[in-house]
């Protein structure tokens, strides 16, 4: 369990060094090189479209992974889906929302990450007052859409 816990902060640890240091702007194609990218610059040239309450921003990719931006405002939902071909990983870096995690809608805040395999039912919602901004990472890469939604009843609200 230590160990896989080492795995898991090594790669945000990683994947944030080259996420917040300096500026890149987003959707980068030459994935030959390094990037260096800054979250707020990211979101700053990238305004969310007029009337939308959430945003998928792409960093960059490569055929190993794909590392997305998520900005969704007060009150945005993803509802209950699944990857039937990637696993993701969230790296919460501002605001607080829920998380459906194991059949439970739990807390997620700054500094938590989510670790989600192939297949397992997850969601999420902004319940802050401020934009929730989150960190995801897909792979392999996705090159095409793997979300498959579904009709999902919650047992129980559990705060972590």
Known sequence: MVFKRSIYAGLIIVTLLFCFAGSVSANSTNTASQILSNIEEIM??????AGAK???IKIDEDDSIS????RMLKGAELGPHYHKTHTETEYTIKGTGLLLVNDKWVEM????VHY???GKVHG????GKEPLVVLIMFTPAMK???????KYTIR?????
Do not use: C, H, V, W
């Not at 805040?109 to 938590?112: A, R």
């Not at 129980?156 to 972590?160: E, F, N, Q, V």
């Open 67 to 70: 590392l997305y931006l998520i």
């Open 124 to 127: 999420s919602k902004n319940i």
């Open 44 to 49: 700053k040239n990238n305004p969310m479209p």
């Open 54 to 56: 959430s945003q998928m």
């Open 144 to 150: 095409e859409t793997d979300r498959y939604f579904i």
């Open 116 to 118: 989600n395999p192939t």
């Open 156 to 160: 129980r609200i559990r705060s972590a």
């Open 109 to 112: 805040k700054p500094g938590d």
